[in-house]
């Protein structure tokens, strides 16, 4: 496939060269549908095709195959003589990643995991060296890639599962080491219950009620901003979960949270960014208050839920342009189908086309295990035999790729989250 790339904003122009056809045309559809910054102009399944289009054509990124690497040093450098900026190196191992080097250590060649999520083939993408130069600099300007990733969890319809599954895919990351921060957004939190938290734990009130104190005619005192942190820091709760530990901010009363201003909401992301967690899992309410307007701007990673229940569905219609108006052309976006009963029949591929978003994973109506935990006051991530811990694990996989095969539970097929091997 040979494209002429649009012009019309700036956008990194990358060529995928791979052997496998179906590979290429799901990398090709996925930057087709997000329209944003980058453009797929090439796809080939030699390295004499790519050569070819290169002797005419500016490519920033080349994503290649390393089974059609013969010579590499010589093939790789090749190609950065002929103007690309970075390569990226596609291995179908996670054995490779940590056993191949090639001779000519260069930060223009890095590795990525084939079966990846999406959303980490646009880091890497996006994601140049500073010392590079040239007319790229003008295009690179207009990414930022986050340090660390801020998945949130949200819907316009309330009872669709948005606690369960933002409790559950933090859980997941702080077992696999992840530094995970668990925020409750919500006007009326209910991750103290999820969690077994004593009831009305500090966790926001008295960040909150400093920003109240803080405002003045000129807005919130940025001087404060030290302040703020402590007190965020001192309010944050640690919960074990077999040996290891995930931190958790509780929301606070409902008066506090439904009164957050965009400043007020901006400040205090702000100040969970500085504390240098890996992750930070946001749970919220169902208003699209200028709380939340804060949080759907600040999110690297949005979760849209829903469920077959056709109200649900168009709630989530209802904001979808909002939110696409927004200026963050690198935020991920998904769609989790909650609850879903293979009886019920229910249009998921009329839903994806209607939304014009695939649905990353579905999530099976599963009230016996949830329900059995919530009675006996166990947390439901320290039963990690049960069947519904894949599902989770799959969703915190989008955000951070530390699960294995088979803890993905991969076998089973129609997981859209993450590229997948060939039947």
């Given at each position: 496939m040979n494209r002429i790339p649009s012009g019309q904003k700036p956008s990194l122009w990358v060529a995928l060269v791979d052997p496998d056809e179906s590979y290429r045309q799901e990398i090709c559809r996925y930057y087709e549908r997000q329209k944003r910054l980058i453009e797929v102009v090439k796809t080939a399944s030699s390295l004499e095709e790519l050569k070819i289009f290169l002797e005419l054509n500016e490519v920033h990124v080349v994503i290649v195959n390393r089974v059609l690497l013969n010579n590499p040093?010589?093939?790789?450098?090749?190609?950065?003589?002929?103007?690309?900026?970075?390569?990226?190196?596609?291995?179908?191992?996670?054995?490779?990643?940590?056993?191949?080097q090639f001779h000519q250590a260069q930060p223009s060649f890095e590795w990525i995991y084939k079966y990846s999520p999406m959303s980490i083939y646009t880091q890497r993408i996006t994601s140049l060296h500073p010392n590079q130069t040239g007319k790229f600099n003008q295009v690179a300007q207009t990414f930022t890639e986050p340090d660390?990733?801020?998945?949130?969890?949200?819907?316009?319809?309330?009872?669709?599962?948005?606690?369960?599954?933002?409790?559950?895919?933090?859980?997941?990351?702080?077992?696999?080491?992840?530094?995970?921060?668990?925020?409750?957004?919500?006007?009326?939190?209910?991750?103290?219950?999820?969690?077994?938290?004593?009831?009305?734990?500090?966790?926001?009130?008295?960040?909150i009620r400093m920003l109240e104190l803080a405002v003045s005619d000129a807005g919130v005192d940025s001087g404060?901003?030290?302040?703020?942190?402590?007190?965020?820091?001192?309010?944050?709760?640690?919960?074990?979960?077999?040996?290891?530990?995930?931190?958790?901010l509780t929301?606070?009363?409902?008066?506090?949270?439904?009164?957050?201003?965009?400043?007020?909401?901006?400040?205090?992301?702000?100040?969970?960014?500085?504390?240098?967690?890996?992750?930070?899992?946001?749970?919220?309410?169902?208003?699209?208050?200028?709380?939340?307007?804060?949080?759907?701007?600040?999110?690297?990673?949005?979760?849209?839920i829903t469920t077959p229940d056709v109200s649900a569905n168009l709630s989530i219609l209802s904001v979808l342009d909002i939110v696409q108006s927004f200026p963050n052309d690198l935020q991920n976006r998904y769609l989790l189908m909650n609850r879903h009963t293979p009886a019920s029949h229910f249009p998921v591929g009329e839903l994806e086309s209607v939304l014009g978003m695939p649905v990353a994973e579905t999530i099976p109506e599963t009230p016996d295990p949830i329900q059995y935990c919530a009675n006996q006051?166990?947390?439901?991530?320290?039963?990690?035999?049960?069947?519904?811990?894949?599902?989770?694990?799959?969703?915190?996989?989008?955000?951070?790729?530390?699960?294995?095969?088979?803890?993905?539970?991969?076998?089973?097929?129609?997981?859209?989250?993450?590229?997948?091997?060939?039947s």
């Open positions: 040093d010589a093939e790789l450098s090749e190609m950065i003589q002929q103007g690309v900026l970075k390569i990226m190196i596609v291995t179908e191992t996670l054995h490779d990643l940590h056993n191949l660390r990733r801020i998945g949130l969890f949200y819907s316009p319809k309330g009872g669709v599962g948005k606690t369960t599954l933002a409790v559950n895919t933090a859980c997941q990351l702080a077992r696999k080491d992840k530094r995970t921060l668990l925020v409750d957004f919500s006007v009326f939190g209910h991750t103290e219950a999820a969690l077994g938290l004593p009831y009305r734990t500090k966790g926001l009130s008295e960040a404060w901003n030290g302040e703020l942190h402590d007190i965020l820091c001192k309010s944050i709760q640690t919960i074990e979960l077999q040996g290891k530990k995930l931190d958790v929301a606070a009363a409902p008066f506090k949270m439904s009164g957050l201003t965009i400043d007020q909401t901006d400040l205090l992301v702000r100040q969970i960014l500085n504390m240098q967690y890996e992750v930070v899992i946001v749970d919220t309410s169902i208003e699209l208050s200028d709380k939340n307007i804060s949080l759907l701007n600040w999110a690297t990673d949005l979760f849209y006051g166990i947390l439901l991530a320290e039963k990690a035999h049960l069947p519904i811990q894949s599902y989770f694990r799959r969703i915190a996989h989008l955000l951070a790729p530390v699960f294995s095969q088979k803890e993905l539970s991969l076998k089973r097929s129609g997981w859209k989250g993450v590229l997948q091997r060939g």
